[in-house]
């Protein structure tokens, strides 16, 4: 069975400031891991995602995430926060065993303070 | 191309009332998936289809619930009788087939059941 974890359900930094939100997944089997983002009153749209090619990948808006197998972990981070980063970031993993099937994690909010 | 479009975006009803959510996927994908999002329960799977054949429905709250794909371009979600617990915001979501495939999600319907 597969299983993300979200640590932290909001997370408050300045604009300017490092954004780091954490990913950890458990899966038996190579995952495909995603970042989703989701605004207020919208869908979730795809930040990035890892499809086992390049550990480090980059994504819209400036987020990034690496891939580290070892730690069972994909954070998602971007160097300099904007207010217009301010949403929900939900982490998700799937795998050739679960026929596309998207398994979330419980999502956390960020929130850009002046 | 228009994106997942999904309709009614907001429906107010009363408890006991059938109440029917519509989803066209984008043109060309094979999977496609019903989502719904409560602040306490977060994101949840309740079916998914592959080529219009439900795949996974163990997400389905109970029989009060049945969705449908009748054609590649058309899928509904139907809950009768409804019940205030309903109350959540139901996502559309399509992919091309694979576990390694974005899914693109509509704007969403909000269910209020009174």
């Known amino acids: 069975a597969q299983s993300v974890t979200q640590l932290g359900s909001h997370v408050s930094v300045s604009e300017g400031a490092l954004v780091l939100l954490r990913c950890n997944y458990s899966s038996s089997v190579p995952p495909y891991l995603f970042w989703y983002v989701q605004y207020p009153n919208q869908g979730l749209q795809l930040l990035l995602k890892?499809?086992?090619?390049?550990?480090l990948v980059k994504g819209i808006n400036g987020f990034e995430a690496e891939f580290k197998k070892s730690e069972t972990s994909f954070h998602l981070t971007k160097p300099s926060a904007h207010m217009s980063d301010a949403a929900e970031y939900f982490c998700a993993v799937s795998s050739s065993s679960n026929t596309g099937k998207l398994i979330f994690g419980q999502g956390t909010t960020l929130q850009v303070k002046p | 191309d228009a994106g997942v479009i999904q309709s009614p975006r907001h429906e107010v009803t009363e408890m006991g009332q059938e109440v029917t959510l519509r989803c066209k996927p984008i043109?060309?994908?094979?999977?496609l998936f019903w989502y719904r999002q409560t602040m306490m329960r977060g994101l949840e799977l309740l079916i998914y289809?592959?080529?219009?054949?439900?795949?996974?429905d163990s997400g389905m709250p109970e029989d009060r619930f049945s969705a449908k794909m009748p054609n590649a371009s058309f899928s509904t979600l139907k809950i009768q009788p409804s019940e205030p617990r309903d109350s959540a915001v139901y996502f559309c979501a399509s992919s091309l087939p694979g576990p390694q495939e974005t899914q693109y999600f509509g704007p969403g319907t909000r269910l209020l059941v009174l």
């Open positions: 890892y499809t086992s090619a390049a550990t």
């Open positions: 289809f592959n080529n219009n054949v439900p795949i996974d």
């Open positions: 043109s060309g994908h094979n999977s």
